[in-house]
Antibody, heavy 116, light 108 residues
Framework: EVQLVESGGGLVKPGGSLRLSCAASGFTFSSSSMNWVRQAPGKGLEWVSSISSSNGYIYYADSVKGRFTISRDNAKNSLYLQMNSLRAEDTAVYYC?????????WGQGTLVTVSS | EIVMTQSPATLSVSPGERATLSCRASQSVSSNLAWYQQKPGQAPRLLIYGASTRATGIPARFSGSGSGAEFTLTISSLQSEDFAVYYCQQYNNWPPCTFGQGTKLEIK
């Protein structure tokens, strides 16, 4: 069974930093492209970032470019999102997902709240 | 960036009836379109990719159609568990991929 479990969310002040993690199991993580997708409270889905299986490509949404960094550790079956210079508009549930182009498996999400 | 527009925003349908949800792209996305279902407090679930291919484990009552800029998700006979929010997503011009704003399917 595919499992994606996010952690690391919480309350942070504007300008602060947070690192999200996603632990993967039940599939060949090292062969899978991975993504972060977020959802602001009561809003729709927004793609944030993607990374290929071997770091061959890394992409970011314009809204987070230069502030967020996606990375992965295939030996640990883990995906990460380093978030710096956080803003109120970054408040959202952050989902880890697998897949190339579309998102076939999703974690349950971790809530990030940016507020003073 | 390609803008995805879903209609209607809310659709009220009785159990057992057919539901038809629409998604329009601001330019052609070929068949590079996916549909997701999201229930309250849950993560989205992939239903359809390639505009018409059901994802693993998705019941046959869900079907997708369309190409270019006009797409439809049809649920042939609504079950109680189908009432949720549905999102379309294009991945033709990626990155970025973009989502529609969602259609809420509610019980009539």
């Amino acid at each position: 069974e595919v499992q994606l479990v996010e952690s690391g969310g919480g309350l942070v002040k504007p300008g602060g930093s947070l690192r999200l993690s996603c632990a993967a199991s039940g599939f060949t993580f090292s062969s899978s492209s991975m993504n972060w997708v977020r959802q602001a409270p009561g809003k729709g889905l927004e793609w944030v970032s993607s990374i290929s299986s071997s770091n061959g490509y890394i992409y970011y949404a314009d809204s987070v470019k230069g502030r967020f960094t996606i990375s992965r550790d295939n030996a640990k079956n883990s995906l990460y999102l380093q978030m710096n210079s956080l803003r109120a508009e970054d408040t959202a549930v952050y989902y880890c997902s697998s897949g190339l182009y579309y998102f076939d498996y999703w974690g349950q999400g971790t809530l990030v709240t940016v507020s003073s | 960036e390609i803008v995805m527009t879903q209609s209607p925003a809310t659709l009220s349908v009785s159990p057992g009836e057919r539901a038809t949800l629409s998604c329009r792209a601001s330019q052609s996305v070929s068949s590079n379109l996916a549909w997701y279902q999201q229930k309250p407090g849950q993560a989205p679930r992939l239903l359809i990719y390639g505009a018409s291919t059901r994802a693993t484990g998705i019941p046959a009552r869900f079907s997708g159609s369309g190409s270019g800029a006009e797409f439809t998700l049809t649920i042939s006979s609504l079950q109680s568990e189908d009432f949720a929010v549905y999102y379309c997503q294009q991945y033709n011009n990626w990155p970025p991929c973009t989502f529609g704003q969602g259609t809420k399917l509610e019980i009539k």
